[in-house]
C-alpha cells in the first residue's frame, strides 16, 4: 500500500528563511535588535499568512525573567 505521506520540507523553508533573514538583517547592522526577539511567530500552513505575537515576562516566573 502507497500511502501519502505529508512532506514539510516546503514549510521548514519558509521558516528558516525567515530566520536566515533576521539573522542577515542584524549582522548587516540594517536593525539593532532582532525583530522576532521575544516573540513567537505564528505561520499557517494552509493560507501561508504568519503572525508575531509578542511575549510578555511574569514577574513570579523563573524561567521567563521572574525573581
Do not use: H, W
Not at 24 to 40: D, H, M, P
Not at 51 to 64: D, F, G, M, N, P
Request: aromatic content about 8%.
Amino acid at each position: 500500500a502507497n500511502a501519502m505521506v505529508p512532506s514539510f520540507g516546503p514549510l521548514n523553508a519558509c521558516i528558516a528563511s525567515v530566520a536566515a533573514k533576521e539573522i542577515l538583517f542584524y549582522l548587516a547592522g540594517l536593525t539593532e535588535q532582532v525583530r522576532l526577539k521575544g516573540s513567537v511567530y505564528l505561520f499557517d500552513i494552509n493560507t501561508l499568512e504568519y503572525k508575531i505575537s509578542t511575549l510578555t515576562q511574569q514577574r513570579a516566573c523563573s524561567l521567563c525573567g521572574g525573581e
